[in-house]
């Protein structure tokens, strides 16, 4: 039987905000600021810098939440999305990933795995070249 994948959680865990009231995407893991569940076995490196790792109480006993930057009101909003069976995530203008001229979100957030609507997971590759800006009429 097929494992089924979490939908996205309804606000990014940082700011509480809905990616409708955002744009852009949901980044589920960048340099700056991420949000995973792993086993204890589970590969957890490539952290960068400081993260809060919470185990979750039963029936998820024995798996862990992995939050960066270190923010309690966040892990709490985490749990709560992973209790009512959500995937935790955070918006690209907490992830850093933001245009520098206007605050907007990056077109594409590069360097980041990203959470789609489906619920999967993939990887903005680095690539050389602008990162765009998803206002319109912005030049950056």
Not at 35 to 53: D, K, Q
Not at 61 to 79: N, Q, S
Not at 112 to 140: M, W
Request: proline share 11%; hydrophobic share 35%; aromatic share 4%.
């Amino acid at each position: 039987m097929a494992r089924r994948r979490r939908l996205p959680g309804p606000s990014c865990v940082f700011c509480a905000r809905a990616l409708i009231d955002i744009g852009g995407r949901r980044v589920t893991w960048s340099s700056c600021a991420g949000v995973t569940v792993r086993s204890p076995t589970g590969a957890v490196g490539n952290i960068p810098g400081r993260a809060l790792v919470e185990p979750l109480a039963h029936p998820y006993k024995g798996t862990l939440l992995v939050l960066w930057p270190p923010d309690t009101d966040a892990v709490d909003r985490a749990v709560e999305q992973w209790a009512d069976r959500h995937r935790p995530w955070v918006c690209q203008v907490c992830a850093s990933r933001a245009c520098g001229r206007c605050g907007s979100p990056e077109k594409h957030p590069f360097g980041t795995d990203v959470l789609g609507d489906d619920g999967r997971v993939r990887h903005v590759p680095l690539l050389p070249g602008p990162a765009g800006c998803v206002r319109e009429g912005c030049p950056g």
